[in-house]
């Protein structure tokens, strides 16, 4: 259900514009890719600017806003203190401003709705958007049409003085371009089109594969091909049967196909190897803080104290955003914040009806901060967190309401 009031455009509009800013530094590849990223962002967020005015001239940022701002606040403020308390602030504030003032715009705008958040049509204009970037990345020289086709990574190479072979971020912006699409079949009643997704689909997600990021893109295609696999159980088991024979038609030599792509070899490297990126090392890292530190496990540290305790630079982060919190706040506010959340999927679920992109982009970020990511580093990941932990927790304000008044009845009569 489309969310629907007089200003349903604008609000669109802006939360469009906020997915483009806080995606399309994901597409950088070369010098001139940068240029392009660069460019875009100031355009949405010029563009953000100007509906955020709209909704203030418009009274349409009200109470629910607010308390969501001031729940992401409270946490920042708590986890301030705790590392200024205990000494490593000075890690530990390293991105949180801009991380703060991006999210906390997202948040204003995903709270606004009072349906689906990303109802068909920003749907619609993410695939398009998502086109357009792979077509400027092939013109620019960011993406050789090679055998096998591979990605660019000029400008990162030039900043690190390392050679670079995948990219999170490309993986990221092709795995959203097809979960995007994916929903999209879903609302399609028109058959031709349906192939046009499903090929679309199929495209973007090995583009996700190429850009070489192992979970990133295995992640996407869980959820893009699992949602397709609920909605269409048995068309789906056609196509992928044909596929699977296709494939097996074409490429006789399947294993040293597979072996010329840089996330086949990484994927392999996991398996053979158990090479999960210092990731299992990091996890024990946690824990072994935790047993040795039961202060953070109680009240929490703060930002950076687990960079601090063991002499790690910030980008050693624990690289699991829950193992990160029970650190940064300790395990009750970690577990009344995370039941929360749960609560407030439910909610949301119920009052959509249905799977809507929100919760599948929300799902893919949960998975990929699970396994990489650092608090409050992604900003839409964090601001749907905190939208819903208050859609949970207003449920009890409705409840008082309603109980209210029905006591105001009851006295009347």
Same mark, same amino acid.
């Given at each position: 259900?489309?969310?629907?009031?007089?200003?349903?455009?604008?609000?669109?509009?802006?939360?469009?514009?906020?997915?483009?800013?806080?995606?399309?530094?994901?597409?950088?590849?070369?010098?001139?890719?940068? +240029? $392009?990223?660069? &460019?875009? @962002?100031?355009?949405?967020?010029?563009?953000?600017?100007?509906?955020? =005015?709209? %909704? *203030?001239?418009?009274?349409?940022?009200?109470?629910?806003?607010?308390?969501?701002?001031?729940?992401?606040?409270?946490?920042?403020?708590?986890?301030?203190?705790?590392?200024?308390?205990?000494?490593?602030?000075?890690?530990?504030?390293?991105?949180?401003?801009?991380?703060?003032?991006?999210?906390?715009?997202?948040?204003?705008?995903?709270?606004?709705?009072?349906?689906?958040?990303?109802?068909?049509?920003?749907?619609?204009?993410?695939?398009?958007?998502?086109?357009?970037?792979?077509?400027?990345?092939?013109?620019?020289?960011?993406?050789?049409?090679?055998?096998?086709?591979?990605?660019?990574?000029?400008?990162?190479?030039?900043?690190?003085?390392?050679?670079?072979?995948?990219?999170?971020?490309?993986?990221?912006?092709?795995?959203?371009?097809?979960?995007?699409?994916?929903? +999209? $079949?879903?609302? &399609?009643? @028109?058959?031709?089109?349906?192939?046009?997704?499903?090929?679309?689909? =199929?495209? %973007? *997600?090995?583009?996700?594969?190429?850009?070489?990021?192992?979970?990133?893109?295995?992640?996407?295609?869980?959820?893009?091909?699992?949602?397709?696999?609920?909605?269409?159980?048995?068309?789906?088991?056609?196509?992928?049967?044909?596929?699977?024979?296709?494939?097996?038609?074409?490429?006789?030599?399947?294993?040293?196909?597979?072996?010329?792509?840089?996330?086949?070899?990484?994927?392999?490297?996991?398996?053979?190897?158990?090479?999960?990126?210092?990731?299992?090392?990091?996890?024990?890292?946690?824990?072994?803080?935790?047993?040795?530190?039961?202060?953070?496990?109680?009240?929490?540290?703060?930002?950076?104290?687990?960079?601090?305790?063991?002499?790690?630079?910030?980008?050693?982060?624990?690289?699991?955003?829950?193992?990160?919190?029970?650190?940064?706040?300790?395990?009750?506010?970690?577990?009344?914040?995370?039941?929360?959340?749960?609560?407030?999927?439910?909610?949301?679920?119920?009052?959509?009806?249905?799977?809507?992109?929100?919760?599948?982009?929300?799902?893919?970020?949960?998975?990929?901060?699970?396994?990489?990511?650092?608090?409050?580093?992604?900003?839409?990941?964090?601001?749907?967190?905190?939208?819903?932990?208050?859609?949970?927790?207003?449920?009890?304000?409705?409840?008082?309401?309603?109980?209210?008044?029905?006591?105001?009845?009851?006295?009347?009569?």
């Amino acid at each position: 259900m489309e969310f629907r009031h007089k200003n349903s455009v604008t609000v669109i509009w802006g939360l469009f514009l906020f997915l483009v800013l806080i995606s399309i530094g994901y597409l950088t590849s070369n010098d001139i890719s940068r +240029l $392009i990223v660069v &460019s875009v @962002r100031f355009l949405s967020i010029a563009g953000i600017v100007f509906v955020l =005015l709209v %909704l *203030l001239k418009m009274h349409m940022i009200k109470w629910r806003q607010l308390i969501s701002l001031a729940l992401y606040l409270l946490l920042v403020l708590y986890g301030v203190s705790m590392s200024t308390w205990n000494g490593t602030f000075e890690i530990g504030q390293q991105n949180l401003l801009m991380n703060f003032a991006v999210t906390a715009v997202g948040l204003v705008l995903i709270s606004v709705p009072k349906g689906e958040i990303f109802p068909d049509s920003i749907a619609k204009k993410y695939v398009w958007y998502v086109l357009l970037g792979l077509m400027l990345t092939i013109y620019i020289g960011g993406l050789k049409l090679d055998m096998p086709p591979q990605f660019v990574y000029d400008y990162q190479t030039s900043l690190e003085a390392v050679e670079i072979v995948y990219s999170q971020e490309m993986s990221k912006f092709f795995g959203l371009g097809a979960i995007a699409a994916a929903f +999209l $079949i879903s609302k &399609s009643t @028109r058959k031709y089109k349906s192939i046009f997704l499903s090929c679309i689909v =199929l495209m %973007l *997600l090995t583009l996700s594969f190429l850009g070489g990021a192992r979970g990133d893109s295995l992640a996407a295609a869980l959820i893009a091909l699992t949602f397709l696999a609920n909605k269409f159980p048995f068309k789906f088991l056609v196509v992928f049967l044909a596929g699977m024979t296709v494939n097996y038609a074409l490429f006789s030599d399947v294993e040293s196909l597979l072996g010329s792509f840089v996330v086949f070899q990484r994927l392999l490297s996991t398996f053979t190897e158990s090479d999960l990126g210092l990731r299992d090392v990091l996890l024990n890292q946690v824990l072994t803080l935790l047993s040795q530190e039961p202060k953070c496990l109680v009240l929490g540290c703060g930002f950076g104290y687990f960079q601090s305790y063991y002499d790690y630079d910030f980008g050693m982060y624990p690289h699991n955003f829950i193992a990160e919190s029970f650190i940064v706040f300790g395990l009750p506010i970690t577990m009344i914040f995370f039941f929360s959340v749960i609560g407030g999927i439910k909610i949301y679920y119920r009052r959509v009806g249905n799977i809507d992109l929100f919760i599948l982009i929300f799902l893919y970020l949960a998975i990929i901060n699970i396994k990489s990511g650092y608090l409050f580093g992604d900003w839409m990941f964090t601001a749907a967190l905190m939208y819903l932990s208050v859609l949970y927790f207003l449920k009890f304000k409705y409840q008082n309401d309603q109980a209210y008044l029905r006591l105001n009845n009851s006295v009347g009569k």
